[in-house]
């Protein structure tokens, strides 16, 4: 289990990688080149190390606080949410993303405001494809609340942004991007979980630093939280 080899271990051990560097996905977005994806490498004695494309819940906000070379940093979860529309629900694979994520990401909106929609606990955004389909576009879409359940919890959400059709092939979500503050396990009260390594961590380079360099500061972000 995890707890087992973070003790075998004594860290975990972060690696940043250029989300463009080696595939076409993302070079469409505008910051492309400089979006990095943090994953970790989790070993133990005898066995091959794996790594995995995610990060612990408390890193982003730590790396917030300020580090050479990140402008911002920002967590996505991937969950299946049910998307609940006048007493007709639909399964929707769903982003539950951290406010950064509108800086980092830009994804251009075809009405709304990506920022406003992930700063607001109670709002969402709709990508352009699920828009059209529930509502018939993306004019009729804004405003309308619609009921969302986030593991087995329904709450209440304002549609305050609807994406452009995609530019491009993307590994993210974005048939609909939910605030994470107002999912409590991703909220304050999940953020001090070292061992809760299940959101992928964005981060937005400002192209002083290389990104194996970013690594190892970050490594020595971490090594607190397990002394």
Do not use: C
């Not at 993303?97 to 709304?112: C, K, N, T």
């Not at 619609?146 to 593991?151: C, F, G, H, S």
Request: hydrophobic content about 50%; cysteine-free; overall charge negative.
């Amino acid at each position: 289990n995890l707890i087992g080899l973070v003790a075998a271990t004594v860290s975990l051990l972060l690696v940043v990688q250029i989300l463009a560097g080696e595939r076409a996905y993302e070079r469409w977005l505008p910051h492309g080149e400089r979006i990095a994806l943090v994953s970790t490498v989790i070993g133990s004695p005898g066995q091959e190390p794996q790594i995995l494309g995610m990060a612990p819940v408390p890193l982003a906000a730590q790396l917030a606080n300020g580090l050479a070379g990140i402008e911002a940093a920002g967590r996505i979860a991937e969950r299946e949410v049910d998307l609940i529309v006048e007493g007709v629900g639909q399964r929707v694979d769903a982003s539950l993303a951290d406010p950064a994520m509108a800086e980092i990401l830009a994804l251009p909106v075809a009405a709304g405001s990506l920022q406003a929609a992930l700063g607001s606990p109670r709002s969402l955004v709709l990508g352009a494809d699920l828009a059209a389909s529930v509502f018939g576009s993306a004019g009729e879409a804004m405003g309308k609340t619609v009921q969302v359940r986030i593991a087995g919890v329904v709450r209440p959400y304002t549609v305050a942004a609807v994406l452009e059709p995609l530019a491009g092939p993307t590994h993210l979500q974005l048939d609909m991007m939910v605030p994470a503050t107002s999912v409590p396990d991703l909220a304050a009260d999940g953020l001090q979980d070292w061992l809760n390594v299940t959101v992928r961590t964005y981060l937005l380079l400002d192209g002083s630093v290389a990104a194996s360099a970013l690594g190892q500061q970050i490594d020595e972000v971490i090594q607190p939280a397990f002394e």
